[in-house]
């Protein structure tokens, strides 16, 4: 079965600090990979997405950037953190199944990110 | 392009109650709808989902009908318990991209 490895659980870091989450999905080969973040309140914010070895999205400019340098490998840095990347960030996949659809994103635990 | 609107919350409900959460969305083509979970401190899980028109997901004892008349996937639950107290999130996804709803934070009450 799939799983989704994300770490670290949580994050203090200082401003000005460089950032590196990274998030690994295992039992799956070529899938979509995402990076979301969610701010205080319950929204989620869609940050980068992945189809593709090398191949990122940017959803939103920002101080972040995402790397994939393996097919279930997605890392999502920062070379100065601010005070506004505070946030719960979430890592997702999903697979492009039949008839051109995509299945459901399966999400990871999650990286509380404190920036102080 | 796409959205999502669902209920706005909190919600607070006493246990064995009635529970229906409110989501319409807009999407061009054919999208796959969700209901996701969160809860607290947690990552998101998928509660249920409908592919096509039509489609009833149920999970848990939640249900929620893909209704492309009225481009609506409410969430119900005929008797909700204290472990239902979480976050939830509808959303729909077309192509390779997920949107959300705001999420509606449900509580319920012994």
């Known amino acids: 079965s799939q799983t989704i490895h994300q770490w670290p659980a949580t994050l203090v870091q200082p401003v000005g600090s460089p950032l590196s989450l990274e998030c690994t999905v295992e039992g799956t080969s070529n899938p979509n990979l995402y990076w979301y973040r969610q701010a205080a309140g319950r929204g989620l914010q869609l940050l980068f997405y992945?189809?593709?070895?090398?191949?990122i999205s940017s959803e939103v400019p920002q101080n972040l950037s995402a790397s994939r340098p393996q097919d279930r490998q997605f890392i999502l840095s920062s070379k100065k953190l601010l005070l506004s990347d505070s946030g719960f960030y979430l890592c997702?996949?999903?697979?492009?199944?039949?008839?051109?659809?995509?299945?459901?994103?399966?999400f990871g635990n999650g990286t509380r990110l404190t920036v102080t | 392009g796409n959205s999502v609107t669902q209920m706005e919350g909190p919600v607070t409900l006493s246990e064995e109650a009635f529970l229906t959460i409110n989501c319409t969305y807009t999407a061009t083509g054919y999208p796959s709808l969700f209901w996701y979970v969160q809860y607290p401190g947690e990552g998101l899980q998928l509660l249920l989902k409908a592919t096509k028109a039509d489609d009833k997901g149920s999970n848990k004892g939640f249900e929620a009908t893909y209704r492309k008349e009225t481009t609506s996937f409410h969430l119900e639950k005929g008797s909700v318990q204290v472990s239902d107290s979480a976050v939830y999130f509808c959303a729909l996804i077309s192509g390779s991209r997920l949107t959300f709803g705001e999420g509606t934070q449900l509580t319920v009450n012994p």
């Open positions: 992945s189809v593709g070895i090398g191949q």
């Open positions: 997702a996949w999903s697979v492009l199944a039949d008839r051109g659809y995509n299945s459901p994103l399966h």
